[in-house]
């Protein structure tokens, strides 16, 4: 079995932060105003089973940010991720052309997209699409769609 650790780097790393962001396309405003959405939206997760909170939030190309968090059910596999609530938020109001994705949450590691957020998000946005993935320290890694899971 193969094990690949994933490289984290520290949003109060400047040269981290701007490296990152040369590498995807941000701006460092663009990167710092995704993490502190998708930070803020994490306070809105409905997770009352895994207590688990996740927070999205989606840059459109247009320079809208739209948030999500998960939503959970009873019914475990009746509840979504954070992920899919931003997006499908987002292409509601019309949005159809997606910059980056940030997600957060309290863990001490960052977490990748599971694979029907993968998929989901692949529906709309191509495999250079980047994923930023931060966690409960502003650590964070960042990979494009079509490297997470791979
Ligand atoms: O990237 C992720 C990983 C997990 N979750 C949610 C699903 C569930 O509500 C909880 C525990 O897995 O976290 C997300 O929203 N996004
Ligand atoms: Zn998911």
Do not use: W
């Given at each position: 079995?193969?094990?690949?650790?994933?490289?984290?780097?520290?949003?109060?790393?400047?040269?981290?932060?701007?490296?990152?962001?040369?590498?995807?396309?941000?701006?460092?405003?663009?990167?710092?105003?995704?993490?502190?959405?998708?930070?803020?939206?994490?306070?809105?997760?409905?997770?009352?089973?895994?207590?688990?909170?996740?927070?999205?939030?989606?840059?459109?190309?247009?320079?809208?940010?739209?948030?999500?968090?998960?939503?959970?059910?009873?019914?475990?596999?009746?509840?979504?991720?954070?992920?899919?609530?931003?997006?499908?938020?987002?292409h509601m109001d019309g949005h159809r052309d997606?910059?980056?994705?940030?997600?957060?949450?309290?863990?001490?590691?960052?977490?990748?997209?599971?694979?029907?957020?993968?998929?989901?998000?692949?529906?709309?946005?191509d495999l250079s699409f980047p994923v930023l993935?931060?966690?409960?320290?502003?650590?964070?890694?960042?990979?494009?769609?079509?490297?997470?899971?791979?």
């Amino acid at each position: 079995m193969e094990s690949s650790a994933v490289q984290t780097y520290s949003s109060t790393n400047a040269a981290q932060v701007e490296a990152a962001c040369a590498l995807h396309g941000l701006t460092q405003d663009e990167f710092r105003v995704l993490h502190r959405e998708s930070v803020a939206a994490k306070e809105l997760a409905y997770c009352p089973y895994s207590k688990f909170q996740v927070g999205a939030a989606l840059l459109t190309r247009l320079g809208k940010y739209i948030a999500g968090a998960n939503m959970e059910n009873a019914s475990y596999p009746v509840g979504t991720c954070a992920e899919r609530v931003a997006l499908a938020r987002a292409h509601m109001d019309g949005h159809r052309d997606f910059k980056a994705i940030a997600v957060v949450t309290n863990s001490t590691l960052p977490a990748s997209p599971c694979g029907m957020c993968r998929q989901f998000m692949r529906e709309f946005c191509d495999l250079s699409f980047p994923v930023l993935m931060f966690d409960a320290n502003g650590d964070f890694a960042v990979m494009k769609l079509g490297e997470v899971g791979a």
